[in-house]
């Protein structure tokens, strides 16, 4: 089984930056993604960013392009995502993710593992 932790969640000001982490463990096998969601109270879930562990390719929704970046060591035992110039939009508990081999990383249900989530506040 795969078990994911996330870290790092805080209230911040807008404007200003945290990176969460996400310590994955447990059985991992082949190559596969590792990805951030995010869930703002009354909206759905949505996918922020994802990485591929065999090459590091990231990619990103259109909102956390150019001020988040996400990141990945250990073949995805640890993935974080640097969070910039945030705005109260990016109130949400975020999750951190992780797919099955051959997955495509860019798509929200290529993900199959969760973790708790971790509240990131914007005021």
């Known amino acids: 089984d795969v078990q994911l932790v996330e870290s790092g969640g805080d209230s911040v000001q807008a404007g200003g930056s945290l990176r969460l982490s996400c310590a994955a463990s447990?059985?991992?096998?082949?190559?596969?993604?590792m990805g951030w969601f995010r869930q703002a109270p009354g909206k759905e879930r949505e996918w922020v960013a994802g990485i591929y562990t065999g090459d590091n390719q990231a990619y990103y929704a259109d909102s956390a392009a150019g001020r988040f970046y996400i990141s990945q060591t250990n073949a995805g035992r640890t993935t974080s995502m640097t969070m910039r110039m945030l705005a109260p939009e990016d109130t949400a508990i975020y999750y951190c993710a992780a797919s099955d081999p051959g997955a495509y990383c860019d798509r929200s249900g290529s993900y199959a593992y969760w973790g708790q989530g971790t509240q990131v506040t914007v005021s």
């Open positions: 447990g059985y991992f096998q082949g190559i596969y993604c």
